[in-house]
């Protein structure tokens, strides 16, 4: 079989989860069988990442919804070089990404789904019935997203694959020296214990459930939460942490290597509102980190029995478990072996790279090799 030409579509490049499960794959991809590019409507800090990984990069700049001159410049795009495989992430890529292809004439389309949203939106799932003929694949990165979206598609259970999110665990592990480092640097002493969280300042990732957890918490002095990420809530998060005097709580803003934060901190809140995935939990249970997050779709499926798990929207829940870990060092640490375990069994990044490279292998096997429309 000749080389197989995939372009990996998304919304935008900023540094976020699905974002990066595209830099992973586009970068560990097998380059003796996989040509691949990435076309993102808007550009972001992870387009840098993906061209010093000697990956091609088209960012289109979108700014409204009827931009159609950056709509012809996407056919053009699709249409040469030859694409065999074009593979879309987030619903806005593949609502543009579809027609383009198939304007283009790019024979097959497959779909990663990254979320269970609870939000409902209906035409998501019209759009997802109205252009299943076109798409040879919805790859769901959790059996909770693949249950969720068939659910509200009723589209045949073949449609749907599953290939969950995968770790770099040659890069996220527990790291004794790194520990004691990142500690100095945050201004953590011994006995302190540090709360970390990792992911975008947006209501889904339930933000504000963890402030007022931490308003609750303020008389624990030992207790000190380190919120690394950026977002829309950012103001929000400053106001209410400096009305309420929260002066053990800190705006990290975007860290990076996240695994400095993780391997400082002695648990992981994730009170999301719902997720797909729940991919800094994994990471963070890579690193040996407890975990304390919410039962919701994905990450209930993800921390499975290596965390404690909490209702959404429940900042008193939340803040009793961190109290729980906090006073229990054994529960702790039999949390972060059992994570490190889950994550080495069942989210392995070389797992997830060899699930697409066969996926993408086998459409073009079921097609008699067929590269082009007729």
């Not at 749907?160 to 100095?184: C, L, M, Q, W």
């Amino acid at each position: 079989m000749s080389v197989i030409r995939i372009c990996q579509m998304i919304t935008e490049l900023r540094p976020a989860g699905a974002e990066r499960c595209v830099y992973e794959l586009a970068t560990r991809l097998d380059k003796s069988r996989f040509d691949v590019r990435v076309v993102a409507l808007r550009s972001g800090s992870v387009a840098d990442d993906l061209r010093a990984g000697g990956i091609r990069v088209d960012t289109l700049d979108v700014r409204g919804r009827c931009d159609v001159a950056k709509l012809v410049r996407l056919v053009s795009l699709l249409s040469g070089p030859r694409i065999d495989i074009l593979h879309t992430h987030l619903f806005h890529a593949d609502l543009v990404g579809k027609p383009a292809a198939a304007a283009a004439g790019v024979p097959h389309v497959v779909n990663t789904i990254h979320v269970a949203e609870a939000r409902h939106r209906p035409w998501q799932f019209a759009w997802a019935r109205l252009s299943s003929a076109y798409c040879r694949k919805m790859i769901c990165v959790s059996q909770a997203v693949a249950d969720f979206h068939r659910a509200r598609t009723g589209l045949a259970r073949d449609k749907y694959e599953v290939i969950p999110n995968g770790i770099a665990t040659e890069s996220f592990f527990p790291d004794a020296d790194a520990r004691i480092a990142a500690r100095r640097e945050l201004g953590l002493v011994g006995g302190d214990f540090a709360v970390a969280f990792a992911g975008r300042l947006d209501p889904q990732k339930g933000l504000a459930v963890l402030l007022e957890a931490a308003r609750l918490l303020a008389d624990q002095r030992d207790v000190h939460v380190l919120l690394a990420g950026q977002g829309p809530l950012e103001a929000f998060a400053r106001e209410f942490i400096k009305r309420h005097c929260l002066s053990r709580v800190r705006l990290l803003g975007f860290v990076r290597p996240v695994q400095n934060l993780y391997n400082a901190a002695d648990v992981l809140a994730m009170p999301s509102r719902w997720e797909g995935f729940g991919l800094s939990a994994a990471e963070a249970m890579s690193c040996g980190l407890a975990v304390v997050a919410t039962k919701v779709a994905g990450l209930a499926e993800v921390v499975g029995d290596a965390g404690v798990l909490v209702p959404p929207d429940d900042p008193h829940a939340l803040a009793k478990a961190l109290i729980h870990l906090r006073d229990d060092e054994q529960l702790r640490k039999e949390l972060a072996s059992r994570g490190r375990a889950r994550v080495a069994s069942c989210y392995q990044i070389q797992a997830n790279v060899v699930a697409h490279q066969r996926l993408y292998e086998r459409i073009i096997e079921s097609s008699g090799g067929s590269r082009r429309q007729r």
